[in-house]
């Protein structure tokens, strides 16, 4: 199964050395120019945190969106990154997007994707047994990266994830 994605969740992952799961939960990952762009030259870094190498992650591969009138669409309302990455998930099929961002997300859902955050996506890996703990990544995400994670988010997460204290 392949997957669109935003920058968002790559980082994220990359952010915790879990990006590695992407590939075992779809195999490749395609992400927009935009994309790659954000992730190589971030707008800024987190202490501890440094722009991606996608050459280490041969499953993350780079395609362009052919509608790049769509893409001028989209984005009047979201970044440049979220609105190659909804275009060309719907060129290649792709039922799922990966997306944080409440606006792209809503986009995306209203062109008929389905949206899967960083916090879901975590959950993934620890159901297939490769990953043993979501509430450490979580917290590292929020403490660490400034990544905003809704209380309530957060509570369902860690249900799902059998971690509710």
């Known amino acids: 199964m392949i997957v669109v994605s935003?920058?968002?969740?790559?980082?994220?992952?990359?952010?915790?050395?879990?990006?590695?799961?992407l590939e075992k939960l779809f195999a490749v990952v395609i992400i927009p120019p935009a994309v790659a762009d954000e992730l190589c030259n971030p707008a800024r870094l987190a202490p501890g945190?440094?722009?991606?190498?996608l050459s280490l992650f041969p499953f993350i591969e780079i395609k362009m969106p052919i509608g790049?009138?769509?893409?001028?669409?989209f984005a009047e309302e979201l970044d440049r990154g979220e609105s190659e990455a909804i275009v060309l998930a719907h060129e290649?099929?792709?039922p799922a997007i990966l997306m944080d961002e409440n606006a792209g997300r809503e986009v995306a859902m209203r062109e008929g994707l389905v949206p899967l955050g960083t916090a879901g996506i975590l959950l993934r890996p620890k159901g297939a047994g490769f990953l043993t703990e979501v509430r450490p990544l979580l917290d590292r995400l929020v403490r660490e990266l400034g990544f905003f994670v809704a209380e309530?988010?957060?509570r369902n997460i860690l249900e799902q994830a059998g971690e509710a204290s």
């Open 6 to 21: 935003d920058t968002s969740p790559i980082r994220a992952l990359a952010f915790l050395g879990q990006l590695a799961v």
């Open 49 to 53: 945190e440094s722009p991606a190498d």
């Open 68 to 73: 790049q009138a769509r893409v001028a669409k």
């Open 152 to 154: 309530s988010l957060r």
């Open 92 to 94: 290649l099929g792709c």
